[in-house]
């Protein structure tokens, strides 16, 4: 199976281009009223701030568009409606990627995972292009993962012994004059170096471990090898059955009202945009 990781750094390159630094805001989400392929919009509601999670929303939508102006393929945007980043409902990507209460979603690769677009991996197996939702003791993050890092913040190409750490892009800088999108030095808890030369900004305190709930590793599958979009939506409600206790004992018809029942906004304290720098 591809990976789409290609053109998630194509969609990086041009949202830092064009909109880092425009304001990080925990109730904010995208820096502008996103295209979805052929369609209009997903809208933002407090452009052009945004905060980490909507980030990487943004990020995986910006890539879905470059995917169709360059193909004119809109089986995609068939298979995953707009519907479904706009909603709230246990049925809707949205809720999985904001990690909405009593879904046990861990994160971006856990979401894309349910719906049969993506897959989790472990650390040792990214690949620039991925994406990581990261824990540290009070707080969390979730990024773009752009490669691997050792003790002194420089870049390794394969992950080995020297990695404690891994560059990332998202949205974060709470307060800062430049906060938003941009780039961050990130290192696990016990491993931050002294000040980083040419401006570049630490993360520390990352905790580093094997569970997906608290270092959710992983990639999105090229839109070729999707599953059909009937396929997803059975997908999607296996998962959320298997993950939410009760459901198992529901009728078709009621399970099918529970999946579309809209949910509470969830609380998002927790990604405060803070980092070390």
């Not at 190409?157 to 998202?170: D, I």
């Not at 471990?209 to 990639?219: E, N, P, T």
Request: net charge negative; aromatic share 10%; proline share 6%.
């Amino acid at each position: 199976m591809q990976t789409f990781n290609a053109q998630i750094l194509k969609a990086v390159a041009a949202i830092d281009a064009k909109w880092k630094g425009q304001g990080y805001d925990i109730s904010s989400y995208f820096t502008h009223d996103l295209p979805y392929g052929p369609d209009c919009c997903i809208p933002a509601n407090h452009p052009p701030k945004t905060m980490c999670v909507a980030a990487v929303t943004e990020i995986i939508i910006e890539a879905l568009n470059e995917y169709y102006g360059a193909t004119n393929d809109k089986t995609p945007f068939q298979k995953l409606p707009m519907k479904s980043w706009r909603g709230g409902s246990k049925s809707d990507i949205r809720a999985h990627m904001f990690m909405y209460d009593g879904l046990g979603c861990h994160g971006t690769a856990h979401a894309l995972e349910r719906f049969g677009i993506g897959k989790q991996v472990p650390f040792a197996q990214l690949q620039p292009g991925s994406f990581i939702n990261l824990n540290r003791a009070k707080s969390g993050h979730a990024c773009v993962f752009l490669g691997y890092l050792d003790a002194a913040g420089k870049d390794v190409a394969v992950f080995g012994p020297s990695v404690v750490g891994f560059k990332y892009f998202s949205s974060q800088g709470k307060n800062a004059a430049d906060g938003g999108f941009g780039y961050r030095w990130g290192f696990f808890d016990g491993h931050c170096p002294d000040a980083l030369p040419n401006g570049r900004r630490r993360d520390c305190g990352i905790i580093r471990s094997d569970k997906s709930s608290l270092l959710c590793c992983g990639y999105m599958l090229h839109p070729s090898d999707w599953p059909a979009g009937d396929a997803i939506v059975k997908g999607v409600a296996e998962s959320v059955v298997a993950a939410t206790e009760g459901m198992d004992s529901l009728t078709p018809k009621e399970l099918a009202t529970e999946m579309t029942r809209e949910l509470e906004a969830p609380d998002l304290s927790r990604f405060d945009g803070i980092t070390t720098d």
